[in-house]
């Protein structure tokens, strides 16, 4: 059973062999080049909810948290309604040549850690200000007091 079972598979999947050409290379083998031809299905994805951030496991194995590390979850739907009613009528629970649409893509930014990210800038803007500013006042009545001495030992007055 399992040996026709693979056979039938394999028979379904390999692609049909061409006559002998000399245009193809030896080494490549005599498989048609026919999938160059054939269009890929489009979809189209809408995002329903935020973007987060991929688990360290889903970061090595999954797509699409390679690019940002992390991740949106999508709704796609086929753009051909022909493509969608075809692929809800499939009889077998999984076809090996059936094509699933995604439900994550990759994202660059995740709202919360990005809010978090502002906060940290924000307040260290607010520190250096803050240190800039204490900084001139202090110099400034140091000069002034530096000044009033050097013009009251001039004049004479006692300090």
Not at 1 to 24: V, W, Y
Not at 54 to 82: I, L, M
Not at 94 to 110: E, N, T
């Amino acid at each position: 059973m399992t040996r026709s079972c693979n056979a039938s598979i394999l028979g379904k999947r390999a692609p049909p062999f061409a006559q002998h050409d000399e245009s193809i290379p030896n080494h490549l083998g005599n498989y048609t080049h026919s999938h160059e031809d054939v269009a890929e299905p489009t979809y189209s994805c809408t995002p329903i909810g935020e973007c987060d951030v991929c688990t360290p496991f889903e970061k090595k194995s999954a797509p699409y948290c390679q690019e940002y590390g992390n991740k949106e979850r999508v709704r796609c739907e086929w753009d051909d309604p022909d493509m969608a009613e075809n692929l809800r009528n499939q009889t077998t629970l999984y076809d090996f040549d059936a094509i699933s649409l995604p439900s994550f893509r990759g994202c660059p930014h995740v709202k919360r850690i990005e809010h978090w990210r502002f906060i940290k800038f924000e307040t260290l803007n607010v520190l250096v200000a803050v240190s800039a500013v204490s900084i001139v006042l202090w110099r400034r009545r140091k000069l002034a007091r530096e000044q009033y001495q050097r013009l009251a030992q001039r004049i004479g007055v006692p300090v």
